[in-house]
C-alpha cells in the first residue's frame, strides 16, 4: 500500500478565512513533505517534516504554518492567503533509508483563493 | 546551485511511436533520480535510478542513468493514448536531512499521444 490520503480535494478560501489541508499516511513513513505546485510548472518544496520535527522551511511566508501532530498525520494551515497563492498543494512521505529513498505523493488539494 | 533539466519540453507523436525522454542535472552529493508520470492530478512514481548503466524496466517504460554524463533517460515503447501526461524527472542531492530528502524537480515533459 503507497497511499497518501489528502482531505479535501478541492478548496475554495476568501482572503479573510483560515483553513486547513489535512494529510495521512499509514505506510510507517517518518518523513513528510508539503510541495506546491502551480500550473505547468514542477512541484516546488515548501516543508519537510523529518521524525515530526519540522526540518526544512523553504522561505514560505508565515500565512503557511504546517504542523505534524504524529508520525502519521500532516496539516497545513492556512491565513490571509492572497489570490496569487491559488495553487495544487501536494503532501508526500518517504522511508528513512538515509536517502535514496522513493517519496510517493497524494493527489493533492486544489486550492483557489478568491 | 542544484539543476535538473528535461528535454524537450513537449512532445506530440502518434500512437505506436517509440519515444526518449532526456534529463541532465547538476546537483552536488548525487543520490538518486526519479521518474514521475503526472496526469491530472498528483505525480505517480516510475522509476528510482542510483547506480549508473544498469536498465530499470516496467512494461513499455525503462530508463537508465549515467553517472559520468549526468543524465538520465526514459524511454516508452508502442506508446498508448493513456501515456499522455507530464513526465517528471527530479533528483536527490545537496541536503540530507535524518529521515528525510530534498528533490529537485525539471521542468516537465509534456507527451501527447494522438491516436
Known amino acids: 500500500d503507497t497511499e497518501v490520503t489528502q482531505t479535501p480535494k478541492h478548496l475554495v478560501m476568501g482572503m479573510t478565512n483560515k483553513k486547513s489541508l489535512k494529510c495521512e499516511q499509514h505506510m510507517g513513513h517518518r518523513a513528510m513533505y508539503w510541495y506546491k505546485q502551480k500550473a505547468k510548472k514542477p512541484p516546488e518544496l515548501m516543508f519537510v517534516y523529518s521524525y515530526e520535527k519540522l526540518s526544512i522551511n523553504e522561505s514560505v511566508p508565515s500565512r503557511f504554518s504546517p504542523e505534524c501532530p504524529n508520525s502519521s498525520l500532516l496539516n497545513l494551515h492556512l491565513h490571509a492567503l492572497q489570490p496569487e497563492d491559488s495553487a495544487l498543494y501536494l503532501c508526500?512521505?518517504?522511508?528513512?533509508?538515509?536517502?535514496?529513498?522513493?517519496?510517493?505523493f497524494g493527489e493533492g488539494s486544489w486550492l483557489t483563493v478568491v | 546551485e542544484d539543476k535538473v533539466v528535461q528535454s524537450p519540453l513537449s512532445l506530440v507523436v502518434h500512437e505506436g511511436d517509440t519515444v526518449t525522454l532526456n534529463c541532465s542535472y547538476e546537483v552536488t552529493n548525487f543520490r538518486s533520480l526519479l521518474w514521475y508520470k503526472q496526469e491530472k492530478k498528483a505525480p505517480t512514481f516510475l522509476f528510482m535510478l542510483?547506480?549508473?548503466?544498469i536498465e530499470k524496466k516496467s512494461g513499455r517504460l525503462s530508463s537508465i542513468l549515467d553517472k559520468k554524463e549526468l543524465f538520465s533517460i526514459l524511454n516508452i515503447t508502442a506508446t498508448q493514448t493513456g501515456d499522455s501526461a507530464v513526465y517528471l524527472c527530479?533528483?536527490?542531492?545537496?541536503?540530507?536531512?535524518?529521515?528525510?530528502?530534498?528533490?529537485?524537480f525539471g521542468q516537465g515533459t509534456r507527451l501527447t499521444i494522438n491516436p
Open positions: 542510483t547506480s549508473s548503466g
Open positions: 527530479a533528483v536527490e542531492g545537496a541536503i540530507i536531512i535524518q529521515g528525510a530528502q530534498k528533490l529537485v
Open positions: 508526500a512521505s518517504s522511508e528513512d533509508r538515509g536517502g535514496g529513498n522513493t517519496i510517493y
